[in-house]
């Protein structure tokens, strides 16, 4: 899959003869064009990436494109904190409602789920990368980026739910019904 960034000044039009910068990755954007295009911490906000295949011959366009927004770190922070938060809070009103004993935590953007011999889950946030990892006795470690679409994490290489992921795991790993209802859109 390969993706293109493209920088849209919101602030004021355009001016005529300068086209909008088109980039293999967005890593190359800031030591290339920060002079020229006095790109700073409010135009990198203005970044959207476009997700398109190809064909199989590698150079043809095969399929549609998505447009979906590239977090700021401090929205990452946010949006990726209130879901954690909201993870162990749904956790805790589970524990409390089954009496199942679990040691939950969550500190500096990291949420241990610890069920004893049973194994234990580490959710944390990874900023520069702007996604959650997570880490599963069931299914081994896994990656989750905000789809800003869905207002959901999906996951990086299979596009599953992280919520519905944990609420299935869950259940299996204490064998009875473990749902965690979808979160708000934040």
Known sequence: MLSRIVL???RAPRPAGIPLLSLKNKASLAP?????????????????????STGADGGDFAGGSSE????LENEFRRISGNTL???QDSIEEFSEDSGTEIDIEFSAGVLNINFGRKGSYVLNQQPPNRQIWFSSPISGPKRFEYDSDSHRWTGTKDGEDLIELLSNELSKLLEMSVIIP???NY
């Open 8 to 10: 849209k000044n919101f």
């Open 32 to 52: 290339r064009f920060s002079s020229k295009y006095k790109i700073n911490r409010n135009t990198v906000g203005l970044i959207r990436c476009h997700n398109f």
């Open 68 to 71: 979906n927004h590239v977090l």
């Open 85 to 87: 938060v909201y993870i």
């Open 182 to 184: 979808p979160e708000p």
